[in-house]
């Protein structure tokens, strides 16, 4: 029998080869291309992930700053005092504690407050007038009534009004209370400091003050009565007391037939 070997050359090859692992695919090759594959992923290796985005800063909203508040706590009686009657107001000005017509008034520039609630004392006194309430009449005030003249002529004609002495009458004082006060932030007129209102030969006088109460002995000796309608005619008046801060005269309502 004859033996082609273009029938049995491969499959001759293949027995050949059979120790060496001959198979329909090439093993050898395989596990070389799988081993480079592995030293490639050993030596290469994943990159890295994106970084995150960094988030956005959060705008805060920063308060304004407060003031700082003066502190009194160590504050003797006098530098109390100096320091009340040189308080700046909130509305300028070195009245941030005073007295008025219509009592005692209390607002402090807020960066010059006291950190802590103070307290003072209000003394109000009668003024009695006694004397002096003589109506003059001011001649440009008259009218003499008669066609043909000027309306304003000095002529002792019926006057059309009359106005009190501006002249010094005397007076006496007759105590009318002492109250204490607590000078708290926005009050304004702090409640308990309205003296009574004037009346006819009667008028008031408000003292704010610190300490024991204001003695008749500290008061002026002497005191101008206004005509003016300006704040009820109040002026302001100089108490001898050190520890006194702020004094306010009402003159009488009225000083006819005193």
């Known amino acids: 029998m004859r033996w082609s070997w273009r029938s049995t050359g491969p499959l001759l090859a293949c027995s050949l080869l059979a120790l060496a692992g001959c198979s329909g695919s090439d093993p050898g090759h ?30 805060s909203h920063t308060p304004p700053p407060v003031a700082d508040c003066t502190d009194t706590a160590a504050f003797g009686q006098q530098q109390l005092h100096d320091y009340l009657a040189k308080l700046p107001s909130d509305s300028g000005g070195l009245n941030g504690l005073h007295t008025s017509y219509d009592g005692v008034h209390y607002n402090p520039s807020v960066d ?18 006694v004397g002096g309430g003589r109506p003059t009449f001011n001649p440009g005030d008259w009218s003499t009534g008669i066609p043909g003249f000027p309306s304003r002529t000095p002529y002792p004609g019926v ?55 204001i003695t008749d002995e500290e008061l002026p000796d002497s005191l101008r009565f206004e005509a ?4 009820h005619g109040a ?8 520890r006194a801060i702020d004094a306010t005269l009402v003159p009488p309502s009225s000083r006819v037939g005193c």
């Open 159 to 213: 006057p059309t009004s009359t106005r009190t002495s501006s002249a010094e009458a005397e007076f006496t004082y007759k105590l009318i209370s002492t109250t204490p006060l607590a000078l708290t932030l926005g009050a304004g007129t702090v409640i308990g400091s309205r003296p009574p209102a004037p009346e006819t030969c009667r008028g008031t006088l408000t003292v704010v003050h610190l300490g024991d109460p």
């Open 228 to 231: 003016s309608t300006l704040d």
């Open 112 to 129: 010059h407050r006291p950190c802590k609630t103070l307290y003072v004392n209000v003394t109000h006194f009668w003024v009695v007038v």
């Open 30 to 59: 395989a596990s070389a291309d799988a081993g480079r594959s592995a030293s490639a992923s050993a030596q290469s290796p994943d990159p890295s992930p994106s970084p995150s985005p960094s988030p956005s800063p959060t705008v």
């Open 235 to 242: 002026s302001t008046v100089k108490v001898k007391a050190d």
